[in-house]
């Protein structure tokens, strides 16, 4: 091997462990987002959260708009499908933050992780693509891990369990609109338009849904704002940096950022049900991004 060669190589190692690196650092700023909205939450209402969360994230990228180009932000091939990721986005958080207004962050975590096996799915029906049988079983096997997390019949169970399961469908939702698009689009016009339609749609619901906060409680707001929107910026850089069969694995980190955050700051500690249904999703999902067919 050559040095050239040498240096190429070792470069895309360090891009791999760089790539998994942010990513994961990406799933701990999306569940500290996350654990914010669900205290803010127990005074404010969902939709007015989730409408204050996206403005936050428009006002930090329109901040750096001139590092990055605002063609780059600001020009997309796909408003309408944009429009459909915005409208996904807002459903995600708004599902999230009522699952977590009755779950523990793990077991909230460890049903939403069935995200990617609806999105194939989905895109099996949306997209035209055809999962094998191989990938049917390991559909079948996480939807089993999301109920033994589920817990249906366990004492408490309730109506609320149909949150984690809507904002998984949400979310599935949205990774198939992106999927779509994601050839012909620039990463960051994704991330702007996704916010701002997400802003508009949300928006609209203001009239019902403001809620008087305290000046504290917008700087806490604010600092989740920053949450997802690193999270999402550093999305895009793992992914640049590193294979998608690599980093999205990674994602399965939020569930030890999920036990950790849960039990720091809301006295929660995972069942034993919990933590066996996430490592099924896990191992499932695992296996789904990495078969090829």
Same mark, same amino acid.
């Given at each position: 091997?050559?040095?050239?060669?040498?240096?190429?190589a070792?470069?895309?190692?360090?891009d791999? =462990? /760089?790539?998994a690196? *942010?990513?994961? +650092?990406?799933?701990?700023?999306?569940? &500290? %987002?996350?654990?914010i909205l669900?205290?803010l939450?127990?005074?404010h209402?969902?939709?007015f959260?989730a409408w204050?969360?996206?403005?936050?994230?428009?006002?930090?990228?329109?901040?750096?708009?001139?590092l990055?180009?605002?063609?780059r932000?600001?020009?997309t091939?796909?408003p309408?499908?944009q429009?459909?990721?915005?409208a996904?986005l807002?459903g995600?958080?708004?599902?999230?933050v009522?699952?977590?207004k009755s779950?523990?962050?793990?077991q909230?975590?460890?049903i939403?992780f069935?995200?990617? =096996? /609806?999105a194939?799915i *989905?895109a099996? +029906?949306?997209?035209?693509?055809?999962p &094998? %049988?191989?990938?049917?079983a390991l559909?079948?096997?996480?939807f089993g891990g999301v109920?033994v997390?589920?817990?249906?019949t366990?004492p408490?169970a309730?109506?609320?369990?149909?949150f984690?399961?809507?904002?998984?469908?949400c979310?599935?939702g949205?990774?198939?609109?992106?999927?779509?698009?994601a050839a012909?689009?620039d990463?960051?016009a994704?991330?702007?338009?996704?916010?701002?339609?997400?802003?508009?749609l949300?928006?609209?619901?203001?009239?019902?849904?403001?809620s008087?906060?305290?000046?504290?409680?917008w700087?806490?707001?604010?600092v989740g704002?920053?949450f997802?929107?690193?999270?999402h %910026?550093?999305?895009?850089?793992?992914?640049r940096?590193?294979?998608?069969?690599?980093?999205?694995?990674?994602?399965?980190?939020q569930?030890?950022?999920?036990c950790?955050?849960?039990?720091?700051?809301?006295g929660e500690v995972p069942?034993v049900a919990?933590?066996?249904?996430?490592a099924?999703?896990?191992a499932s999902g695992?296996?789904l991004?990495r078969?090829r067919?």
């Amino acid at each position: 091997m050559s040095e050239a060669e040498s240096a190429a190589a070792t470069k895309a190692r360090r891009d791999i =462990l /760089i790539g998994a690196a *942010l990513m994961v +650092v990406s799933t701990f700023c999306f569940v &500290s %987002l996350d654990s914010i909205l669900k205290a803010l939450a127990a005074r404010h209402d969902v939709l007015f959260l989730a409408w204050g969360r996206n403005l936050f994230q428009v006002i930090y990228l329109v901040a750096v708009m001139p590092l990055f180009g605002a063609r780059r932000m600001l020009v997309t091939r796909h408003p309408v499908i944009q429009l459909g990721r915005g409208a996904a986005l807002v459903g995600t958080t708004v599902f999230i933050v009522l699952a977590l207004k009755s779950m523990p962050l793990a077991q909230t975590y460890a049903i939403t992780f069935s995200a990617p =096996l /609806i999105a194939t799915i *989905l895109a099996m +029906v949306f997209l035209k693509e055809r999962p &094998s %049988l191989r990938r049917w079983a390991l559909i079948l096997i996480g939807f089993g891990g999301v109920m033994v997390a589920l817990q249906p019949t366990a004492p408490g169970a309730g109506s609320f369990l149909i949150f984690p399961l809507a904002m998984a469908l949400c979310n599935a939702g949205y990774h198939v609109l992106t999927r779509a698009i994601a050839a012909d689009e620039d990463p960051l016009a994704m991330l702007f338009q996704v916010g701002f339609f997400a802003f508009l749609l949300t928006s609209l619901a203001l009239p019902w849904s403001w809620s008087r906060m305290e000046p504290w409680e917008w700087g806490v707001l604010a600092v989740g704002g920053a949450f997802g929107t690193l999270a999402h %910026l550093l999305l895009i850089e793992a992914f640049r940096r590193a294979p998608t069969a690599v980093i999205s694995p990674m994602i399965y980190s939020q569930i030890i950022a999920a036990c950790l955050i849960g039990y720091l700051a809301f006295g929660e500690v995972p069942t034993v049900a919990t933590l066996l249904g996430a490592a099924i999703v896990v191992a499932s999902g695992v296996a789904l991004i990495r078969s090829r067919g």
